[in-house]
């Protein structure tokens, strides 16, 4: 079994990489710094704080669950507390250049940052989603690490912790305005996933799994297409308007639509092929999206 190293604070990575941890909570390191281990095989690393990483290297690849993905030039990656990462093909002469942002869960406490940092979903998406940045973005985020850099370079005075949060938290609203800069601009690769979703919600209903085995997941369909579930619902969110929950609803009560008319399919029939696990659970969505029940819906067609 493949040993994991887990690392609990800010400090647990810096060291072993001979990099200066500039607070017990939070830092900003310069990787080009870093004494980088020669190759050892591939290890499984634990984060339990906030890491952001601006890399740029040779010879490096991460794996994130079954993905592989090549440190490019421009890409920022983001990992949540509780992620695994699993690091090889570090060469000999490893050489890495760029910038890690590093937080602690615990620097948020009572903070109005931490009553949000939930809504930042880019922390759980996998590293093959990283974030591909122009080079004036790039630039953006520079100057938001440097303004980090310099308030824990300076005295730490009473102010520090606002100051710091700030930013952080300005970093973080640019980085969601650049995804959402990224989902715009593969629009043609992302209405692909929509449409393969859609063909997938109505395979599952038709196929009789949603009978079987429920109403289809919103990480059921995100892992037929390799995505992370959030990565995911944001993309067919940025797409429809609509979550992916909500989508799913909506082709439910499309199919349904179609099966009141075969008046041989009772009400309850048609809520179980759905994968509805009792009728009245599905009466209630479907009146709350058509206005009117099951019922009076079949009446009113016929």
């Given at each position: 079994?493949?040993?994991?190293?887990?690392?609990w604070n800010v400090n647990d990575?810096?060291?072993?990489?001979?990099?200066?941890?500039?607070?017990?909570?939070?830092?900003?390191?310069?990787?080009?710094?870093?004494?980088?281990?020669?190759?050892?095989?591939?290890?499984?690393?634990?984060?339990?704080?906030?890491?952001?990483?601006?890399?740029?290297?040779?010879?490096?690849?991460?794996?994130?669950?079954?993905?592989?993905?090549?440190?490019?030039?421009?890409?920022?990656?983001?990992?949540?507390?509780?992620?695994?990462?699993?690091?090889?093909?570090?060469?000999?002469?490893?050489?890495?250049?760029?910038?890690?942002?590093?937080?602690?869960?615990?620097?948020?406490?009572?903070?109005?940052?931490?009553?949000?940092?939930?809504?930042?979903?880019?922390?759980?998406?996998?590293?093959?989603?990283?974030?591909h940045m122009s080079p004036k973005?790039?630039?953006?985020?520079?100057?938001?690490?440097?303004?980090?850099?310099?308030?824990?370079?300076?005295?730490?005075?009473?102010?520090?912790?606002?100051?710091?949060?700030?930013?952080?938290?300005?970093?973080?609203?640019?980085?969601?305005?650049?995804?959402?800069?990224?989902?715009?601009?593969?629009?043609?690769?992302?209405?692909?996933?929509?449409?393969?979703?859609?063909?997938?919600?109505?395979?599952?209903?038709?196929?009789?799994?949603?009978?079987?085995?429920?109403?289809?997941?919103v990480a059921h369909f995100a892992?037929?297409?390799?995505?992370?579930?959030?990565?995911?619902?944001?993309?067919?969110?940025?797409?429809?308007?609509?979550?992916?929950?909500?989508?799913?609803?909506?082709?439910?009560?499309?199919?349904?639509?179609?099966?009141?008319?075969?008046?041989?399919?009772?009400?309850?029939?048609?809520?179980?092929?759905?994968?509805?696990?009792?009728?009245?659970?599905?009466?209630?969505?479907?009146?709350?999206?058509?206005?009117?029940?099951?019922?009076?819906?079949?009446?009113?067609?016929?």
């Amino acid at each position: 079994m493949e040993e994991i190293v887990d690392l609990w604070n800010v400090n647990d990575y810096c060291s072993p990489l001979k990099l200066s941890s500039m607070h017990p909570l939070v830092t900003v390191v310069d990787l080009s710094k870093g004494e980088w281990p020669k190759n050892t095989g591939t290890k499984a690393v634990r984060y339990h704080f906030y890491g952001v990483f601006l890399k740029e290297g040779e010879e490096c690849e991460i794996r994130y669950g079954r993905k592989n993905y090549d440190f490019q030039e421009g890409t920022l990656v983001f990992v949540g507390p509780g992620q695994l990462v699993n690091i090889s093909k570090i060469g000999e002469r490893p050489k890495m250049s760029g910038y890690a942002l590093l937080f602690h869960p615990d620097l948020l406490l009572g903070t109005h940052l931490g009553k949000k940092i939930e809504d930042y979903n880019f922390f759980s998406y996998e590293t093959y989603e990283a974030l591909h940045m122009s080079p004036k973005e790039r630039q953006i985020v520079l100057d938001c690490f440097a303004k980090i850099q310099d308030e824990l370079s300076e005295r730490i005075d009473k102010h520090s912790k606002t100051v710091i949060l700030s930013a952080i938290e300005l970093f973080l609203n640019y980085c969601q305005r650049f995804y959402d800069r990224q989902f715009i601009t593969r629009d043609t690769v992302n209405r692909n996933v929509v449409e393969q979703f859609e063909s997938a919600i109505k395979s599952y209903i038709r196929s009789g799994k949603a009978q079987e085995k429920g109403i289809p997941l919103v990480a059921h369909f995100a892992e037929e297409q390799n995505l992370s579930p959030n990565y995911f619902g944001d993309l067919v969110k940025k797409e429809t308007g609509k979550s992916a929950q909500e989508f799913i609803q909506l082709k439910l009560i499309e199919i349904a639509k179609q099966r009141i008319y075969d008046r041989e399919l009772s009400i309850s029939e048609i809520a179980y092929s759905l994968g509805f696990r009792y009728p009245q659970h599905f009466t209630r969505l479907f009146k709350q999206q058509v206005g009117v029940s099951p019922k009076e819906f079949r009446e009113s067609v016929n």
